[in-house]
């Protein structure tokens, strides 16, 4: 192929031996409705343990529109799509994940929507997600929550990666150099002009979830350090507080010392120490991820490396 396509589509994978060949078969169909034969795929394999690259390159080597990227380890999801974005071309360009939760079949109306409207991104806001657990939509719905209140940034709920984004838009990303990235949060960053696209999300159609609670809560951290300074206010506003506590017990203490009013114990004593040594150590944890962050930024390290790659761009 020659020239840049319509459109590109960029999806991560992770282990996804079970789903590739279905997601392939769904969102060719799905592009070809579209734009007819005028658009690339381009799947990054984020270093699965799996087959999942073999069965992309098999799948890329009958198709010249297919680009299998494989990430020479574990990256993360974020890093995975940010590799895809570098990587393509394409006046549109639609991100979705490769495990078949967000319906390719979506494309066209997304498409309609976008033209229609003359907006730079269509992004998908979940009405219903199926085949998720009560906990985790509860937690999912309470991080949205929290990082409206504490973001500088106006990032709309119930929202993930699923969107499609004119060329500009991806151009601004890539231009984008920090190494923690929340890519919903620095498209609204963007700012331009964002409509939202309702749709029910999926289950699963094969394995299970990658991101277990641990990711899930790495991947708050992320989001909300990268798109808010208020945590530092808070621990800044913790330490004030703490500070007229202590001056309060100070004076109490001194006052029954003068009236002879001191009952030995220690309980009281050694509540407060805990109570100080919690609230220290919080504030400087708070403090400590931020600089360990600007630490991490500063080496300037490239975001990912490439081990393989079929049908380049």
């Known amino acids: 192929m020659t020239g840049d396509p319509k459109l590109a589509i960029v999806a991560p994978a992770f282990n996804e031996e079970e789903s590739v060949p279905e997601f392939y078969r769904r969102v060719t169909a799905a592009a070809r409705a579209v734009v007819g034969g005028d658009y690339r795929i381009i799947v990054v394999d984020d270093g699965s343990r799996d087959r999942t690259f073999e069965i992309l390159r098999a799948l890329a080597a009958s198709d ?22 570098a990587v393509c071309r394409g006046d549109y360009v639609f991100i979705i994940d490769a495990d078949l939760q967000d319906p390719p079949e979506l494309l066209a109306e997304m498409m309609a929507l976008a033209e229609r409207e003359q907006a730079d991104v269509v992004y998908g806001k979940r009405r219903q997600r199926a085949g998720e657990t009560a906990f985790k ?14 973001s500088d940034v106006d990032i709309p709920a119930d929202t993930g990666d699923f969107r499609l984004v004119r060329r500009r838009v991806v151009d601004v990303l890539n231009a984008m150099p920090e190494r923690y990235r929340f890519t919903r949060g620095l498209v609204s960053w963007i700012g331009l002009k964002q409509i939202a696209f309702e749709y029910d999300r999926e289950a699963r159609h094969y394995g299970t979830t990658h991101y277990p609670l641990r990711k899930m809560l790495h991947f708050a951290v992320d989001a909300i ?40 114990g220690w309980t009281s004593l050694l509540s407060v120490i805990l109570l100080l040594g919690s609230i220290q150590l919080f504030v400087i944890g708070i403090i400590g991820e931020y600089l360990g962050r600007l630490y991490l930024e500063t080496k300037r390290r490239p975001l990912y490396v490439i081990s393989d790659i079929e049908n380049p761009t």
Not at 65 to 83: C, E, K, V
Not at 137 to 150: D, G, H, N, V
């Open 137 to 150: 939509k509860t937690s999912a719905s309470l991080f949205y929550r929290l990082l409206a209140r504490l």
């Open 225 to 264: 350090t990268s798109f808010s300074v208020r945590p530092l206010r808070i621990a800044s506003y913790a330490g004030i507080i703490t500070s007229f506590a202590s001056l309060a017990a100070m004076a109490y203490s001194l006052g029954s010392w003068l009236f002879g009013d001191t009952v030995p």
């Open 64 to 85: 010249s529109r297919l680009t299998a990227i494989r990430l020479s380890r574990n990256f993360g999801h974020q890093i995975a799509l940010s590799a895809g974005l």
